[in-house]
């Protein structure tokens, strides 16, 4: 299964190492619980990849999968063209895949610059990692040293992704940003997403109602019961994606 089967054209000089993500039949389960079916999906590098759907269709099954957190049953699991079914997490973050999961992943009670400073495992230096981040949103850099618990859920979401940034992902994960945020602050943090996806890195963002996310996305899926149901540009998934909220 290349991308072009599932409707990301292909330009003739394109070949599978230009998408950073690329899966292929990819089925999974919990347990004894098949959960995804066969998912078929593409991230182009520089670019922003929606996927929406309703309640349970896989959509965090999916990036769990993709992080390494969940192991595949099938199908085919490509990052930067190398098939990676059954890398552990941490292998996969070396090769720059980063998830920020639902509800964020920071530790409350850690300030916001002793959060930074988890990125430093990938080998870069404290004060580098707060400079880049306070840099990009001025915001954590005020707050450097409040209690993360204590920030607001945009400062939150922002401290995630300046933690996640921090770390030069080729592969960004994000797993509902717009939960529980004000539709200014996630226009504002769809911006920085935007802006991040051109510098070259692939963004995947999933998200259950935000249509918003359509404004900054180049190509659109829809996830429903553990498959990708439609993919296109997001004018094309407009009216697949009336349809996929109105039957569930
Ligand atoms: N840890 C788990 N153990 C067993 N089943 C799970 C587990 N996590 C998710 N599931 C099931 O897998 C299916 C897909 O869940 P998933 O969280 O991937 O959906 P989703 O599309 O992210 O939904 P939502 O929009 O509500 O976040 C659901 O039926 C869910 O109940
Ligand atoms: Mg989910």
Redesign the pocket.
């Known amino acids: 299964m290349t991308a072009d089967a599932i409707g990301v054209p292909m330009s003739p000089t394109m070949d599978r190492t230009d998408l950073a993500l690329e899966l292929g039949g990819v089925t999974a389960a919990?347990?004894s619980?098949d959960?995804l079916h066969g998912v078929d999906l593409a991230v182009p590098r520089g670019t922003v990849v929606a996927l929406l759907?309703?309640?349970?269709?896989?959509?965090?099954?999916?990036l769990?999968v993709v992080a390494g957190q969940l192991p595949t049953t099938g199908g085919d699991l490509f990052i930067a063209g190398r098939r990676v079914n059954g890398a552990a997490p941490d292998e996969l973050a070396r090769r720059g895949v980063c998830v920020i999961p639902?509800g964020r992943g920071i530790f409350p009670n850690l300030t916001v610059r002793e959060n930074l400073w988890m990125a430093t495992h990938a080998g870069v230096a404290r004060k580098a990692v707060e400079e880049v981040a306070y840099e990009r949103f001025p915001r954590i850099g005020e707050r450097r040293r409040q209690l993360a618990g204590t920030l607001s859920g945009g400062e939150q979401q922002m401290l995630a992704m300046a933690r996640a940034l921090a770390t030069d992902p080729s592969l960004l994960l994000l797993?509902?940003l717009s939960m529980g945020l004000a539709p200014i602050v996630v226009e504002q943090l769809y911006e920085i997403v935007a802006q991040v996806a051109t510098t070259g890195v692939a963004v995947l963002i999933?998200e259950?109602f935000a249509r918003a996310v359509l404004g900054i996305a180049d190509w659109a899926g829809i996830?429903l019961h553990?498959r990708v149901t439609a993919f296109g540009t997001p004018a094309e998934i407009e009216t697949d994606l009336s349809t996929a909220y109105l039957g569930a």
Do not use: A, H
């Open positions: 919990y347990g619980i959960v759907g309703p309640n349970g269709g896989g959509k965090s099954t999916t769990r639902e797993d509902e999933v259950q996830m553990g």
